[in-house]
């Protein structure tokens, strides 16, 4: 009974999923000369050329499917940019990305069924995913027998044991965050079904962006349905569940839709920089700025966030109340990526790089950010030669795009779900060395009770050899430790407790395990 | 010409845990032989493999190059004869090695009592990493299984089948799962849980015998009621006992297991037993002459790498603990709680049956001496317990001092007050529970 309504589900919910995926090759792209004269007007479009050659390629044509018209409008582009810089003109180039210019105008000129019937659309895909879903997680309260640590055939299942489904999985996160970040033009029609909620929550059509976190919600909330089942024996992960949604559904989605609604800066309120890596980028800065007293209380709030609030927590409480309780990234990663935590890599070797890798991308997260200050304040372009845009966008690209995106979220089924968290989020780091140097927080060893039998390390899913230290009787203080809890909670002989004590004697390692009083 | 090495025979928690002491502060050559495995790994988590929580791999608590970079050396072979006179041992492959020290650490293998059928295919124990083999190779023709013997491998194997969709008959000889060990409240609650977890408990029930099918393997089992029971693998868990057979016929003194005084010393030179295998030949007071524990493995381990490395040591363990878990319910236990506690011994027993929680106390019913707690559910702190026992606290001093015992996790519900308000109740007292103190807690951590 239970595995036929699971069956059910999984039916239902890859009709969803497959419906979404298709919606990118279906709809007409069809561009009347009204629209983009808009277009040209809103854009403040100079070059003759290229409005030339999109009235002889584009308008009035009409276009199947996204790939065709955005070549057009991308080879328009190029050609009329290749010429206006040969010839130095320079207030004709269009200087936006090609896909980000292509997707503001087919999102005006898309047209078909998915465009006027955005509910219906919203329906079978979102909709039949969410129920398909929660259809084959529901039944887990059955399925998975009496409360308690239910790890059974995590090692058994293609999906999390790096199968062919893992595999499979990982390839289509990737293409989904290559899409979402490259190619938004692409994705036309998985905006406008979110267009109605967007408009209900902002006022405006929905972004790519917008797509995003909601989706990202969705997610985290039917994922967090599993977690509950999951962990209904352990208060500590229910609690922990129920933070980090609410934190990514008020704080990083509905409060910064709100505030576009009455014209404020879209800011969320949690996001410390430097993981908010753009906070002191010059638009930002002037967005800020220009939108008056809020604006200025966003930027102290954002200061005093990282330099005051986020340091004494994780004095207080260890970096866990940021990184497992209230960040985006954490919440993702606890929720749609707790079925992977066991991949993450727990050798030596893992260790020495992660720390390279994290404290590497936080000098980098700085030094651009001392960059993009002087430049600010100074008004010149470069310093030292180099230019600050270029160092910008080279952070945004591989650190902000291809490192939080594609292989933070993509490659949960193959290194882990915390891949970005540990090796790439430059907060992470900066948390890190307070918690490692100057915090109450700990992972407290009961005494001797510890038998090395190694579900600790291997449930941790920032790689931590929890064991290592479990066996040896010693605490556990890392600067990595996110504090998910999930050790203790698999620990089978109660060995494992996060708690917050003084800070003497925390890295204290006795010599034998309690037990032997070697007389 | 190189020294001869301190062998060790078997890789173990035992043997592993007096290589690596003895390497922590002596250069001295060490050779570990092992035919089970290359590595060490955790013999506790063969279980996880086979419910698919681990791989092999996660068993290792080292990593594999940690054993040449310590100059631990690693051979894997079967050793087949000693020869104390020589200092030489052989192995299977005719070679013959010398050897300064000689630590045997050879563990356990499972009991066998005789029983008809009991070298049958489908028949077996588990405690190797071979065992597990051979019980993964039989898995996929396995729908029904019968466990006999009801202690701690027992209700492991049986949850192991379990959580592969095995039908699992559990025969256990005594009236109540584990009642030589736990005390009747406690014991019956496990048994509760085992049926409640879908298993099929036969309380005073024993084996018969097992009945072969045509291809030489079990088929069925019948027990002492005659009653015969279809199954496709047997699983041997009426204890264990020292794995010593080819020590037997050496001039090594044994009994039961290689007999040790307290420096852990067998009858020859230069021999030490540690571990499963060693037999104490004068026991200290509340043990047993064989304790095949974790625990105590690591202990004998740490004990006899002091005594290689010039500082002579007695085996000399300290407060008795323990811990297990079964199914869902974790098991801790400090200092001494007999099963059948007779005067002056006391115990009180605090119990929620629907949340399967559970605590028993042992006193001394004249000096309200706390002597020791089991508890089910609740995670208890050992330097706490073990600081209670140096300090020999009374009974009233430990309910005083719950809040500082307890380490679930935080949110956790405590049930402390509960407790205390039935232990007030039961011995007309009005003890109230103290704050927690971080001081207490972290100075019983760093005392030795």
Redesign the interface.
Known sequence: MTETIQKLGLGIFLIGLTLFCALVFLGDYELSSKQFEKVISDKGIKSKLFIENINTTIIDKKFSGPFKFSSTIISALEISNASHKKNKEWNKVIWDKPHNFSYQIAKEAGSGPIKENKGLFWFLTFGLGIFGSLLYIIPNVITL?????K???????STTNKGYLGWFVFIFLVAFYVLLYFFPDYIINWTYIVDPISQSLSGNLASQWFLYGFLYCTVMTVMAVRMYIKYR????QI?RTTSVLFFQIVFAFLIPEILVRFEKPWYDFKNAFPLDYDFFFSWNLNSLIESGGFGLFILVWGIVLTLVIVPVMVYFFGKRWYCSWVCGCGGLAETLGDPFRHLSNK??GAWKFERWMVHGVLAFSLLMTGFTLYSYFSGSQAVLGIKTQAIQNIYGFLIGSIFAGVIGTGFYPIFGNRVWCRFGCPLAAYLGLVQRFKSRFRI?T????C?????C??YCEMGIDV??YA?KGQ?IVRSSCVGC?VC??VC???VL???N??L??RT?S?E???????? | MNAPPIIVIGNGIAGITAARHIRKKSNKPILIISKESTYFFSRTALMYIYMGHMKWEHTKPYENHFWKKNKLNLLKETVTEIDPKEKTISLSNESILSYDSLILATGSVPNKFGWPGENLKGVQGLYSKQDLESLESLSNTINHAVIVGGGLIGIELAEMLHARGKKVTFLVREESFWNNVLPKGASEMINLHILSQGIDLRLKTNLSEILENENGRAKAIRTDSGEIIECQFVGLTAGVRPNIDFIKNTTIASNRGVLVNKYLETSEPNIYAIGDCAEQQEPLENRRAIEAIWYTGRMMGETVAQTLTGEKTAYHPGHWFNSAKFFDIEYQTYGVVSAHPQEPEIHFHWEDLEKEIAITIAFHKDSNLFLGINTFGIRMRHEIFNQMLNNESTVFHVMEHLGDCNFDSEFFKSYEKEILSKFNQDYNKEIKLKKKSWTRIFNSKIAK
């Open positions: 027998g009496p409360p308690g640590i790890n059974n055939g995590i090692y058994f299942n024996n352990n208060k500590y609690l050798s030596i407290t009961n005494g001797g009770q038998i090395s039998c190694g579900n390390s291997t064991r290592a066996q605490d809890g203790s909670a089978p002989r109660g407790k996060l708690e004590g003084p003497e004697n204290f006795p034998f395990p309690l037990g032997n009083t070697l007389k």
